[in-house]
């Protein structure tokens, strides 16, 4: 659980598919019961003490927003979840209204606002994703959830079992600076975070977030 495992009986299995190329021999954790307890657990203990402690800043950040630019402070936006079934991701809106609703690598840079820029820095913006967390849609740490339209992403996760996992706030991939803009390499990242888990690894990735790595998709400066 504290890291990761093998069973000898998937390592055959890998190794009779023939698909022992790019693969880390290593066994996920989505069976282990303990393991998804814990990491539960600790989805359910940060995303609740984040609304008793930090109700304030929600309420302020709202109001900046709505002062800032028109629209509504918090962003709905339909993501691909475990099992490629869609649910509504929530996050402080960045962009101005009228953004097209695409990935954030193809969205215009103009189109963050100036309070955009900092939330999404601070990774302000992603606080009210403890709603999804305490829906179950999202765990802490997971591959980052995309948009039903990035199909040539969702492929190449379907092919290497990344769905079939709960999708995170922050990942792997993330922390090691490979966003949505390159869905093959971001997808077998993915599938090594699946093959690396383990509850060390997750503490790993939230040290790292929370010390700037990873700072989210980049949008498009050429647009």
Known sequence: TVRPTTIVDSLLDIVDSGRTDDRILSEGQEKNLYFRFVKRAADLSFSIGVLLFLWWLFIALGIL????????????????????????CYKFRTMRLGTPNVGTHEAPQSAVTPLGHFLRSSKLD??????????????LIGPRPCLPSQTELIE????????????????????????????????????????????????????????????????????
């Open 65 to 88: 927003i709505r002062l800032q630019s028109k629209g509504p402070a918090i962003f709905a936006q339909e993501r691909v979840g475990r099992g490629g079934k869609t649910f509504i």
């Open 126 to 139: 992603e606080l009210p994703q403890v709603f999804n967390i305490l829906l179950n849609h999202v765990s």
């Open 156 to 223: 190449a996760r379907a092919r290497r079992g990344v769905l079939e996992i709960k999708p995170g706030i922050s990942g792997y991939a993330q922390i090691n600076g490979i966003d949505m803009s390159e869905p093959e390499r971001l997808a077998k990242w993915d599938e090594n975070y699946i093959r690396l888990q383990s509850l060390l690894l997750d503490f790993k990735i939230m040290l790292a977030t929370a010390r700037g790595r990873g700072m989210g998709d980049r949008t498009n400066t050429l647009a």
